[in-house]
């Protein structure tokens, strides 16, 4: 059978390389070429970028990425079995796939790199989380980015692009909104993967903007909204006590009522808060 790219189809190389899925490194393949492009086509333009993907597996995303005209890929593989199937893709694009075997916790891709550069992962779900709050969180802003496209479990997505008052309002809401345009493009059932996770997915497209919506001080703001939402039942003036002794007075200075919540504080406030904060203890 031939595929959109003369590859092998996904099934035949996870068959040929053993590529069996391991649930400690939260392995759910996409294996439809269609779909994987499709995802590629929300990073946008990718002809004069490159692209760093976390945990390309058997590579239908990396697939989707090169065949979509990404400029570079730089893809980032934990497991070693999947390095065989993916140096068959960087041969069939010569010169356009880069490949690093290792931990993406631990690899500064920047190296590796040049602008602009767009991110986009189907992520473990192991370490999704901890790697979007560090894209969210760079020393300085712009960040290396343009954009990451990422898919996630639907949760977690929902968590992402939250407005205040709602259940999923928190912590990632206020680090990805503050700075960046949050977005879910793309809904996808359990059975779009293999194996079928239990969960339904969503891939969320967040473009960097140029400056922050509002100003902050990101240490302070990262601190603020961590110990609030950390005990998102109790009102802010106890939640916050461990920050300042005379928090209740910095909230009020802040034109936010000490006896709220943190879920009803939205993205302006917590940034004027985390200004106040940072200011006050110089
Ligand atoms: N991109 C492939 C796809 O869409 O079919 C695979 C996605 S699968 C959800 C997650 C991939 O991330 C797996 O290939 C897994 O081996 C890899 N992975 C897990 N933890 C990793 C880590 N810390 N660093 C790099 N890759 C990791």
Redesign the pocket.
């Known amino acids: 059978m031939s595929t959109i790219d003369g590859l092998p189809p996904l099934r035949e190389v996870i068959a040929e390389h053993d590529l069996r899925a391991k649930k400690q490194?939260?392995?759910?393949?996409?294996l439809d070429l269609n779909l994987t492009a499709k995802i590629a086509r929300q990073a946008r333009d990718l002809s004069g970028c490159d692209v760093l993907e976390?945990?390309?597996?058997?590579g239908?995303?990396t697939r989707g990425l090169l065949a979509e005209g990404a400029r570079h890929v730089l893809a980032?593989?934990?497991?070693a079995r999947?390095l065989p199937a993916l140096q068959q893709i960087a041969a069939a694009y010569p010169g356009r796939l880069s490949l690093i075997h290792g931990?993406?916790?631990d690899i500064d891709p920047l190296a590796h790199l040049n602008p602009p550069i767009r991110v986009a992962a189907?992520?473990?779900y192991?370490?999704g989380t901890e790697l979007l709050i560090r894209w969210l969180t760079p020393p300085s802003w712009p960040p290396f980015w343009q954009s990451l496209t990422l898919m996630f479990q639907r949760e977690v997505a929902e968590r992402i692009v939250a407005a205040p008052g709602s259940k999923a309002y928190g912590r990632l809401a206020v680090l990805a909104q503050w700075r960046s345009e949050a977005r879910i493009v793309m809904s996808l059932p359990p059975e779009a993967f293999v194996p079928a996770p239990k969960v339904h997915s969503a891939v969320v497209q967040i473009t960097a903007l140029p400056a922050p919506r509002f100003p902050a001080d990101a240490a302070a703001l990262s601190r603020v909204v961590a110990a609030a939402f950390n005990q998102r039942r109790k009102m802010l003036r106890s939640s916050l006590r461990g920050l300042r002794p005379d928090i209740e007075a910095v909230l009020t200075e802040a034109g936010i009522s000490p006896t709220a919540r943190a879920e009803e504080i939205g993205v302006e406030q917590f940034c004027r808060l985390s200004l106040l904060l940072a200011r006050n203890t110089g």
């Open positions: 490194l939260g392995q759910n393949f996409l976390i945990g390309p597996g058997p239908g995303l980032i593989e934990k497991d999947a931990d993406a916790l189907n992520l473990p192991n370490v």
